[in-house]
């Protein structure tokens, strides 16, 4: 269970703290606090009682409270102290307001293995820390990690954080690091130390156990620049060995961790894939040029084809776009796969435009390989458990975006869009305006969801808010280009949405009344 409190989502099972959809970052006493004071709910607590809660065992002063209690105001955005409020000469209180509600995020228990199989071990590999004026080298060993991780994804026993959770760590301070990596199921951590050598680097790589910090294994590799794609490479494999007896030797065999045989247009792949997971004016855009820029100068680069590819069809406008750039975009795509056949993210793609293109069973059976290839890739359990919800079967997509959750619980702000449909499909309706409600920018598209979720749920007030600001963004978008727009298989939720938009009052005449804040 998590909670929401305003525009944070406190998720008491993880030991996360999302604010606006975005991770913020928060001290372990700081989380303890909040945590107690929520699950202590409408009651004064005394100082006592919070020293005992947050520092048990342990004699602090009053300024550490004090310090704690100003941490966790503005973690949750409560500048005025209208949630956490102090009470004169008692203590202080947790007071929530009307928009706030327990929201079920995911699962507290761990996604299924099969019967009679041990749950695999948990690895985070930590973005690198790179101790060099070389300013090439911080994107590099991103990259270098991001492969890493993409590898290890190979062994199908051994589990590992993805990147965008691994990388959304690092925002904390060292202590808090090991704390945050243990309450989010890492086992282990890896991390990596870069220096600058003749011609290349050296690099400290340190494997420790999360919940005693003991060393499991830890080698320096010197290597010139040119060789970053077999130190990707072995590095995958020491952890592994490090990790599991007996890896299967073929596994690794089959992977090819290197995006691209030139270094320098693998630094133009990284620059535009993480402008594609950005927001922002152009980003895709400029993201296209990067990936064009790659393609110059290692035109055989499968993975640089497949992002193309996506570029092209985010900036057509993705089921929107014309059928001339979704047909452009597959070719590059199959293209993309003929050049990388067992580079997951190549299918992945391949499956998005596919879906957009309403090939279903194509993108079915894209969607399978892929994860078969990998199988502990989040943004493929996710989109897989999209596709499921488009095709009517939205528990069961529900449960893929759940465990992809677990594997990615920092994950990019698009899974709250494909989550909240599920939710929506299943009638849990105001879970899904949470998850809707966390997408950082809302086109008049998403809030049409938004308005068609606090409909079905009864509030019309926030409903018919949302409705406003859609058409106040796209004032010709109307409930039957929304409908048709749908790429949903079933009949049942197809209406459910049209419901939903009519109680919003979507498809009424814009009026004159002024629009007021929405709240949660």
């Given at each position: 269970?998590?909670?929401?409190?305003?525009?944070?989502?406190?998720?008491?099972?993880?030991?996360?703290?999302?604010?606006?959809?975005e991770?913020?970052?928060?001290?372990?006493?700081?989380?303890?606090?909040l945590?107690?004071?929520?699950r202590?709910?409408?009651?004064?607590?005394s100082?006592?009682e919070?020293?005992?809660?947050?520092?048990?065992?342990?004699?602090?002063?009053?300024?550490?409270?004090?310090?704690?209690?100003?941490d966790?105001?503005?973690?949750?955005?409560?500048?005025t102290?209208?949630l956490?409020?102090?009470?004169?000469?008692?203590g202080?209180m947790?007071?929530?307001?009307?928009?706030?509600?327990?929201?079920?995020?995911?699962?507290?228990?761990?996604?299924?293995v099969?019967?009679?199989?041990?749950?695999?071990?948990?690895?985070?590999?930590?973005?690198?820390?790179?101790?060099?004026?070389?300013?090439?080298?911080?994107?590099l060993?991103?990259?270098?990690?991001?492969?890493?991780?993409?590898?290890?994804?190979y062994?199908?026993?051994?589990?590992?954080?993805?990147?965008h959770?691994?990388?959304?760590?690092?925002?904390?301070?060292?202590?808090?690091?090991?704390?945050?990596?243990?309450?989010?199921?890492?086992?282990?951590?890896?991390?990596?130390a870069?220096?600058?050598?003749?011609?290349?680097?050296?690099?400290?790589v340190?494997?420790?156990?999360?919940?005693?910090?003991?060393?499991?294994?830890?080698?320096?590799?010197?290597?010139?620049t040119?060789?970053?794609?077999?130190?990707q490479?072995?590095?995958?494999?020491?952890?592994?060995?490090?990790?599991v007896?007996?890896?299967?030797?073929?596994?690794?065999r089959?992977?090819?961790?290197?995006?691209?045989?030139n270094v320098?247009?693998?630094?133009?792949?990284?620059?535009?894939?993480a402008?594609?997971?950005?927001?922002?004016?152009g980003?895709?855009?400029?993201?296209?040029?990067?990936?064009?820029?790659?393609?110059?100068?290692?035109?055989?680069?499968?993975?640089?084809?497949a992002?193309?590819?996506?570029?092209?069809?985010?900036?057509?406008?993705?089921?929107?776009?014309?059928?001339?750039v979704?047909?452009?975009?597959?070719?590059?795509?199959?293209?993309?796969?003929?050049?990388?056949?067992?580079?997951?993210?190549?299918?992945?793609?391949?499956?998005?435009?596919?879906?957009y293109?309403?090939?279903?069973e194509?993108?079915?059976?894209?969607?399978a390989?892929?994860?078969?290839?990998?199988?502990?890739?989040?943004?493929?359990?996710?989109?897989?458990?999209f596709?499921?919800?488009?095709r009517?079967?939205?528990e069961?997509?529900?449960?893929?975006?759940?465990?992809?959750?677990?594997?990615?619980?920092?994950?990019?702000?698009?899974?709250y869009y494909?989550?909240?449909?599920?939710?929506?499909?299943?009638?849990?309706?105001?879970?899904?305006?949470?998850?809707?409600?966390?997408?950082?920018?809302k086109?008049?598209w998403?809030?049409?969801?938004?308005?068609?979720c606090?409909?079905?749920?009864?509030?019309?007030?926030?409903?018919?808010f949302c409705?406003?600001?859609?058409?106040?963004?796209?004032?010709?978008?109307?409930?039957?280009?929304?409908?048709?727009d749908?790429?949903?298989?079933?009949?049942?939720?197809?209406?459910?949405?049209?419901?939903?938009?009519e109680?919003?009052?979507w498809?009424e005449?814009?009026?004159?009344?002024?629009?007021?804040?929405?709240?949660?």
């Open positions: 269970m998590a909670q929401q409190i305003g525009s944070s989502v406190l998720d008491l099972e993880r030991g996360t703290l999302q604010r606006d959809g991770i913020v970052p928060v001290r372990p006493k700081t989380f303890d606090l945590a107690f004071l929520v202590n709910r409408g009651r004064v607590l100082k006592d919070l020293f005992e809660a947050v520092w048990p065992g342990i004699i602090v002063t009053e300024d550490s409270l004090t310090q704690c209690i100003r966790a105001r503005k973690c949750i955005g409560d500048e102290q209208s956490v409020r102090t009470v004169p000469r008692r202080y947790f007071q929530p307001g009307d928009d706030t509600a327990a929201v079920s995020l995911a699962p507290a228990a761990p996604a299924a099969p019967a009679g199989r041990p749950p695999e071990p948990m690895v985070a590999i930590l973005p690198f820390r790179v101790n060099t004026d070389d300013a090439a080298a911080k994107p060993f991103d990259g270098a990690v991001e492969e890493i991780i993409n590898a290890l994804s062994f199908k026993t051994i589990a590992v954080l993805a990147r959770s691994a990388f959304a760590l690092a925002q904390y301070s060292d202590q808090d690091i090991w704390a945050t990596a243990e309450r989010l199921g890492a086992d282990y951590v890896a991390e990596g870069v220096e600058s050598a003749d011609d290349g680097y050296n690099v400290r340190v494997l420790s156990k999360t919940a005693s910090g003991r060393r499991v294994w830890a080698q320096t590799f010197s290597f010139r040119s060789e970053i794609f077999a130190f490479r072995t590095v995958a494999q020491r952890i592994a060995t490090a990790l007896a007996n890896i299967e030797s073929a596994a690794m089959r992977v090819s961790p290197a995006a691209a045989a320098e247009a693998y630094v133009h792949i990284l620059r535009g894939i402008l594609l997971r950005s927001y922002g004016e980003v895709n855009q400029q993201a296209r040029a990067h990936l064009l820029k790659a393609l110059e100068l290692d035109p055989e680069s499968g993975l640089a084809h992002y193309l590819a996506l570029a092209d069809t985010i900036i057509g406008g993705y089921t929107g776009a014309p059928r001339s979704l047909d452009q975009a597959r070719d590059r795509a199959l293209h993309a796969m003929a050049l990388s056949p067992d580079e997951a993210r190549c299918h992945r793609i391949l499956a998005l435009i596919l879906l293109r309403h090939d279903f194509a993108a079915a059976q894209h969607l390989r892929a994860l078969d290839l990998n199988p502990y890739d989040a943004d493929t359990l996710a989109q897989t458990g596709f499921h919800t488009l009517g079967n939205a069961t997509g529900l449960a893929l975006l759940d465990q992809a959750i677990d594997l990615n619980p920092m994950h990019p702000p698009w899974y494909d989550r909240g449909e599920a939710l929506l499909h299943v009638g849990r309706y105001r879970e899904a305006a949470v998850s809707f409600s966390c997408l950082p920018r086109s008049a998403q809030l049409a969801r938004l308005a068609a606090y409909g079905l749920d009864g509030d019309l007030d926030k409903a018919r409705a406003r600001e859609g058409r106040r963004l796209e004032p010709g978008l109307t409930v039957q280009a929304i409908i048709a749908l790429r949903l298989q079933s009949l049942e939720n197809r209406d459910r949405i049209r419901t939903g938009l109680l919003a009052g498809g005449e814009e009026t004159s009344l002024p629009a007021t804040p929405l709240k949660g």
